[in-house]
């Protein structure tokens, strides 16, 4: 009768295939802890002809690894490296804390905000000026990667004036911002004909 992979027992390390998971059974049904040892040393060559792999200590440590993994760390032997605890395995990181702090503005992001409050204790001048024309032409590209049918400069400088609480204040009358367009596709060239 034909053994198949669906009614054989799972592959710990499915990469090194079935094979290579006999052969590390086998080594642990081995008595004599030298022939065991012979056994492994084999079996981690295989291993690295099977994956390529160059001989360095990093491979060379990696392959151990698998091999204690593989036989479930049943396989005793006198391991040339420091292996990989079973306790290790299974290990969960520290959660990450996140700042929570929202803001209502996403589509212009923080940094933008950061920005917006910079320019707001910005002395007034030319490069105040100057600074807060580059924040509201930047917003007003921002949004319209949100809303791609347009954005009115009058919405801009609501927004603005609401995030710098005030501070700054534009007008339509006095200040226009930069026309976005979509950039045009660029085309290939000339189609080649075929040759009949």
Request: aromatic share 8%; proline share 4%; net charge negative.
């Amino acid at each position: 009768m034909l053994e198949y992979n669906t009614q054989l027992k799972r592959l710990i390390l499915p990469e090194y295939g079935r094979n290579i998971q006999k052969m590390v059974d086998h080594c642990i049904t081995i008595e004599d802890r030298d022939e065991r040892t012979r056994c492994a040393y084999a079996v981690v060559t295989a291993m690295s002809n099977l994956m390529q792999l160059q001989k360095n200590n990093d491979a060379l440590h990696k392959l151990w690894d698998h091999l204690a993994i593989m036989s479930d760390f049943k396989l005793d032997i006198d391991y040339p490296t420091e292996i990989i605890q079973a306790e290790s395995l299974n290990t969960v990181p520290e959660p990450m804390h996140y700042q929570s702090r929202d803001f209502g503005y996403r589509h212009y992001g923080k940094y933008l905000e950061t920005m917006v409050h910079h320019a707001a204790e910005y002395p007034e001048g030319e490069e105040r000026n100057a600074l807060i024309l580059l924040i509201a032409n930047h917003m007003k590209k921002s949004m319209l990667a949100v809303n791609p049918d347009g954005v009115e400069d009058e919405r801009v400088f609501r927004d603005l004036a609401e995030m710098s609480h005030g501070a700054i204040r534009l007008s339509t009358e006095t200040t226009k911002l930069h026309q976005f367009q979509e950039a045009p596709v660029a085309t290939t060239g000339k189609k080649k004909k075929k040759k009949k």
